[in-house]
């Protein structure tokens, strides 16, 4: 029973390493400088451009000297920029009001820097200027903010509300918010915290072409962008020219693939982020890692004069292999499978076992992996869904076998 049992496991793992041969991939880079067990492998623009949207189609196989295939296991790793919020205890100890002005005094209990206030009011439409101050005593104040801009829009066509306080870390024990209305704010809730933000490991990407279209018919802005080249970002930032107030709803489309036809290439578009660009604050859009090559943005502006951008920027994360060599061999990173499975590899549940500072392998160029031609007669296992039949089958029978030995000791 148990040979039995063994022969049902190592022919699913024989097949596993067939099903996933060197040239079921369509790119390979050669490494080089493999001296010691971990080592990382830089992911570059060009690989990442030719791997699928979960990057699960990438191995590391290497070549032994007696023409053994070999399997590096390989950990995706990147930095990505985090944001911790850490609340502050305050008390809000006095509230008070004069013709023109309300003002809400805060204590901080602990004795650390703050660097951002989030406030809910009663009211849901107001255009408000405000002014934070600080104090070690409440004799002497210190402005942190001034003319800082609060809003909140709510009818039939929108609803938009900004009534955060972001300022550089300020370390008082007393803090007074005054706010220039002459009708009662009804400040409902505030919220004090510390915003750390760990940049991580992020780079940006040049853009290489940039076009914008205003279609009158429509009322709408389209704007074209072209990288150049694949990128994999997660992030984009818009600066613009406008000096007046704006609030456009905006679709954010990616170019996902293109087909040719007898009137000539149709293009298709998947929606990647809708937003509302305003002129209140920082318009940053962050979405799920993708990647692309051309962006197409449209701007819904209604009744509105068009918005234009004075500076886009797009950036995203660094990626690499934290991989593990055991075996000498001539390795090569490889990519731009089609139904390929992602690999599931051990070394991911022991990571506090892999070595902090491990070396960055040189790789070679791109190349194309060539496809060896097969006779037709070979044509049948070239379709996975016929080796999983065939192994269902052996499985089945057996399986069957087994049955049998047991009833028969049993017996």
């Not at 204590?107 to 660097?115: G, R």
């Not at 051309?294 to 991989?323: E, W």
């Not at 055991?326 to 490889?334: G, P, S």
Request: net charge positive.
């Amino acid at each position: 029973m148990k040979f039995l049992t063994n022969l049902i496991v190592l022919s699913f793992i024989s097949f596993s390493v067939f099903a996933q041969k060197i040239d079921q991939f369509n790119y390979k880079n050669k490494l080089n400088g493999i001296q010691d067990q971990w080592h990382k492998i830089e992911l570059t623009d060009d690989i990442i451009g030719q791997t699928n949207q979960k990057l699960s189609d990438i191995r590391v196989f290497g070549i032994t000297s007696e023409n053994d295939t070999v399997v590096a296991p390989y950990i995706l790793s990147f930095q990505p920029k985090k944001e911790i919020i850490k609340k502050v205890d305050f008390k809000r100890i006095n509230d008070t009001h004069d013709t023109n002005r309300y003002y809400y005094t805060f204590l901080l209990k602990d004795k650390e820097a703050i660097n951002q206030i989030k406030l809910d009011f009663g009211l849901e439409n107001f255009d408000w200027k405000v002014k934070l101050e600080a104090s070690q005593d409440q004799k002497k104040w210190f402005t942190v903010v001034e003319d800082y801009r609060l809003l909140s829009i709510k009818n039939d066509q929108m609803e938009y509300k900004f009534t955060d306080i972001k300022f550089k870390d300020a370390h008082y024990p007393y803090f007074r918010l005054s706010i220039k209305t002459d009708e009662d704010p009804t400040l409902t809730s505030a919220k004090i915290n510390r915003k750390i933000i760990e940049e991580g490991d992020i780079k940006t990407f040049p853009i290489a072409n940039y076009n914008v279209i205003d279609h009158k018919k429509d009322r709408t802005t389209e704007v074209s962008i072209d990288f150049g080249k694949k990128v994999r970002i997660n992030h984009l930032s818009f600066n613009f020219e406008e000096d007046f107030d704006f609030y456009r709803y905006a679709t954010i489309k990616y170019l996902s693939d293109s087909v040719k036809t007898e009137k000539g290439w149709k293009y298709n578009y998947k929606t990647l982020k809708g937003y509302t660009f305003n002129s209140v604050e920082k318009n940053e859009v962050n979405f799920k890692s993708t990647t692309l090559q051309k962006l197409k943005i449209i701007i819904y502006n209604k009744q509105n004069q068009p918005i234009q951008f004075s500076s886009v920027k797009a950036s995203g994360h660094h990626y690499h292999l934290t991989t593990r060599f055991i075996e000498e061999a001539n390795y090569w990173v490889v990519y731009g499978g089609k139904n390929v499975y992602a690999p599931d590899y051990d070394i991911k549940h022991f990571k506090k076992n892999i070595p902090e500072n491990i070396s960055t392998l040189e790789m070679g160029q791109q190349e194309e992996i060539k496809k060896i031609d097969k006779v037709k007669e070979e044509a049948l296992f070239e379709n996975e869904i016929w080796l999983w039949a065939i192994m269902g089958v052996m499985v089945v029978v057996l399986g069957g076998f087994a049955v049998k030995m047991l009833k028969s000791e049993s017996l």
